[in-house]
């Protein structure tokens, strides 16, 4: 039995964050469902886990953890191995990058993509309408934001440099779905973002990931 433990379902963009960085580290997780239509993630036993009873949840031995940017830190350095060091934590200034990068995604990247993903996919399940007002709105920021990405990539190959780091990988979980949308030909714009990003699905561990994601 695995000592790692994910808590939640792999098509979740937050659990699936944390996936694709256990696969690049080759480590051995079992993925614990959590049944939403039954509100198991309100329920005492996860609340547990995750006190605010949102996935992931995270185990590794007797260490709980939540919220999947961290999760995703501690295991990149708990299972860093000769050669793989996707923090750049041996060499300040990549670090930093790393980090400058990584809080682009959280801050401006995620906020901008999330909306579309979520009035494309979640509202219709529900039996909603998308707001497709909201959705226009969320993708002018998000090319305006691929401007900003278009330049830093044409200087460099991925976002904190000449190497790929957690900055690149953070992005996988969102993007994999919103370019399955019919908005995904907003990256044709930018040919610097559109060769990050199909270098980063070319990834061994990118493409196991994306095989337990659900087809459509």
Known sequence: MALVKVFGPAMSTNVARVLVCLEEMGVCYEIVNINFAAEEHKGPEHLARNPFGQIPAFQDGELMLFDSRAISRHVLRKYKTAGVDLLRESNLQESTLVDV???????????????????????????????????????????????????????????????????????????????????????????SVKAWWQELMSRPAVQRVVSLLPKE
């Open 101 to 191: 990068w990584l809080e682009v995604e959280a801050r401006q990247y995620d906020p901008a993509i999330t909306p579309i993903i979520y009035q494309h996919y979640l509202v219709p399940m529900r039996g909603g309408t998308p707001d497709q007002k909201l959705i226009g709105e969320c993708i002018e920021k998000m090319k305006k934001l691929l401007g900003v990405y278009e330049a830093r990539l044409s200087e460099s190959k991925y976002l904190a440099g000449d190497f790929v780091s957690l900055a690149d990988l953070s992005h996988f979980s969102y993007t994999v779905y919103f370019m399955r949308t019919p908005y995904a030909s907003v990256f044709d714009s930018y040919p």
